[in-house]
Every structure is written in C-alpha cells, then in structure tokens.
C-alpha cells in the first residue's frame, strides 16, 4: 500500500507503531519493522546507554527503517537527541513537548522527524520548523496529550498542515484504520 508516508520512510504499509515507555524495547521495534511497519524504540526516561544498546540490537534483527521515540520531559533528552544521530537513525518521534531545539541537528543528519501534536498550534510550529510530518494524537491515546478527541482533532491538524498527518488515539482496528484515511490521515 502507497502513502505519503510509506514514500517518505520507506516502509510498506502506512503503520506506525507507537514508542512506549519499558514496552516498546528493540524487539517489539525490529519485528513491526520486519512485517513492515515502522517499529519505534521508546527511549522512555533511560539513559543514553541503554537506547544506544536497543538501536544497536535492533539493528541486528532488521535492515528495514525503524525509529526511536523521545520523551522530550526525559532528564536525557539532549543526550539521546545525540544518539540517534551518531547511530544514524532513520526516524525520530517525540512526546510530551515540542522539539523544535533539535530540530537542526536532525534535519542536518537527514533524520526524518515526526512529532506527535495534540493541537493545531502545535502542528503549524511542528511545520514551521520542518518536521517531515506530524501525528495528531487525540486524548483516547492517554497519557501527555491534550483533549481534543482523535475524530476532532485528525480533521483539523489536515487542513491546518501541508505535511502528512498520522493518526493515533484509539485506533484499533482495521475500522480505525479505515476512519483515520477517510479524516485525512
Ligand atoms: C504503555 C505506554 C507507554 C507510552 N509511552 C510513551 C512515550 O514514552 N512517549 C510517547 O511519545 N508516547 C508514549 N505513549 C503513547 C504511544 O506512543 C502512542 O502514541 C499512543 O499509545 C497511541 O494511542 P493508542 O494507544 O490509543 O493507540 C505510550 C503509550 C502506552 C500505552
């Protein structure tokens, strides 16, 4: 299946796993990636030696793309914001805040950066600053997110954004899928 965002991370279908905190460790990561989604290490609060660890496992159960999420309240942040460049990973999401200090660094080293946004301020400043997409988060996802619901807040980070929008907040299902295409996403 072809999207935008499987042109732009070069994956095969357009799923993206989600990065969480002690659950999503190198193995959850490399085996979406290997089915062909985009697997995503959660860096969580976990200093910069263990998420060079996990990318480096990772790297040797799959050759196909994945990512490593930072939680921007981590005390890590800066150092891990290091790390995936100097271990050359392909894609960056972010919660819990904006990365926009980052962003430089990043875009310099060709990681593809997606920020996951819980209002369309902060996808337009996400756009600004040249992420290469967003994921607009509703607050069925829980969490550090704000409290527009996914039905909402989807549709309006679309017309908001000229960069491709990914939907998270409780889709579950091949249905969910489905209503977050026919949003936009
Ligand atoms: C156990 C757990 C831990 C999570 N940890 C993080 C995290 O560290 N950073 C982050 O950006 N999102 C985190 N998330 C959010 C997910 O990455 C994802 O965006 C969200 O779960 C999508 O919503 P859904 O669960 O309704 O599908 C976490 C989610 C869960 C369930």
Redesign the pocket.
Known sequence: MKTEITELLGIEYPIIQ????W?AEYHLAAAVSEAGGLGII?A?SAPPEWVRDQIQKAKKMTDKPFGV?I?LMSPYADEIAKVIVEEKVKVV????GSPEKYMQMWKEADVKVIP?VASVALAKRMERCHADAV?A?GT????HIGEASTMTLVPQVVDAVKIPVIA?????DGRGIAAAFMLGA
């Not at 989600?18 to 905190?21: D, L, N, Q, W, Y």
């Not at 999401?93 to 819990?96: E, L, N």
């Not at 069925?140 to 969490?143: D, I, K, N, T």
């Open positions: 989600g990065g969480m905190a659950v959660g969580a999420n939680m999401t972010t919660g819990a996951v994921v988060e069925e996802a829980g969490g998270a907040g409780g889709i579950a």
